[in-house]
């Protein structure tokens, strides 16, 4: 689709800046990311302006291709300044006895859950070993999704320890960007967790820290 193509090379509020001048609304808000819904419904966009790790998540569903458990991936993008956009379909949040009963297939490891928990797994390991401030693999309430049919989807299944990594950049942010390179965060504060909970005092303060790197020339867009 040549719509998300042209996504290729923007930043994380010019993405934005389309969806929203092409009528996508507003559906979800993570811990980082915002997600937006197609005009016609059947899509969403989930834009983040600083992403650590969901690319783990693209890659398990990229591995297990059109399993039934996980959501089809319709494009997938790194954006300029650090940030990622991941266009799926769109789905419904559940209710909690639909992720009580995942919760227990998952556990139990069999059939279809049992297929996408291994691979799941040995992903889990492999960024475990390379991504720096990875947290791990969990199915929480909001990670289980169902399509309009009622179908069990599972999304957004790895998480990152984000107060280690907040910590980390404001205690050093040198060595911060030797872990991460400084181009890949350019946009870190403008994250949805910040958005909803920080002071405006850790605000400068992020975005301070941030800075530091960026505007000795490493980074300049
Ligand atoms: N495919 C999807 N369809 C509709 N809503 C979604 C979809 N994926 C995520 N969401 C919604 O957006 C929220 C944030 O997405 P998520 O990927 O969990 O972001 P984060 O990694 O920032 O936590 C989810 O809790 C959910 O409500
Ligand atoms: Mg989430």
Partial sequence: MDFFAEFDGLDHRQVTSRLLAEGWTVCGLGEWATVWRSPGGGLAARVCPFEPGYQVFVELCRSLSGHRLLPRIEFDAELSGGGRVTVMEFLYPSEPALHEKASRLWEAGEGDFGAVRAEAERLDAEARASLPFWGGLGL?????????????????????????????????????????????????????FIARNSTPDEISELRRAAAVVQDSGRYSA
């Avoid at 999304?155 to 890949?184: C, Q």
């Fill in 140 to 192: 929480n309430p909001h990670n289980v999704m169902t399509t309009l049919s009622g179908e069990v989807k599972l999304v957004d299944l790895y998480f990152m320890s984000g107060h280690e990594l907040y910590a980390a950049l404001l205690r050093d942010p040198a060595a911060f960007a030797e872990a991460i390179p400084a181009e890949r965060y350019a946009h870190l504060p403008e994250i949805a």
